[in-house]
């Protein structure tokens, strides 16, 4: 089974940026798309970016413009550098695959995920 460690994540003001990493640990790393999702507080978990193996990248409307996703297959990481963050992007950032994520009912399938706070 495929396992995703997620790193970066902390506390800042609003308007500062952070960069989120995810290391993957399977050989097929470079061939499946990869998606960032997040849950906030009280709230259900969500998708918020996607690359796919041949870079092409989709976000949620809420943070086009300031994030963007990548990913370097050499390293198994996928990144979400975060910029401008705002009091709203608080939550809990996990990574995963595509067809995982959608695909998942139960919490076996997500890592312990990353913190990042933005105060105001």
């Known amino acids: 089974q495929v396992q995703y460690s997620e790193s970066g994540g902390g506390s800042v003001q609003a308007g500062e940026s952070l960069r989120l990493s995810c290391v993957g640990s399977g050989s097929d790393f470079s061939t499946i798309v990869m998606a960032w999702y997040r849950q906030a507080p009280g709230k259900q978990r969500e998708w918020i970016a996607t690359i796919t193996a041949g870079g092409t990248t989709h976000y949620l409307s809420p943070v086009k413009g300031r994030f963007t996703i990548s990913r370097d297959n050499a390293k198994n990481t996928l990144y979400l550098q975060m910029n401008n963050l705002k009091p709203e992007d608080t939550a809990v950032y996990y990574c995963?695959?595509?067809?995982?994520?959608?695909?998942?009912?139960?919490?076996?399938?997500w890592g312990q995920g990353t913190q990042v706070t933005v105060s105001s």
């Open positions: 995963n695959d595509l067809l995982i994520a959608e695909g998942s009912s139960s919490d076996h399938s």
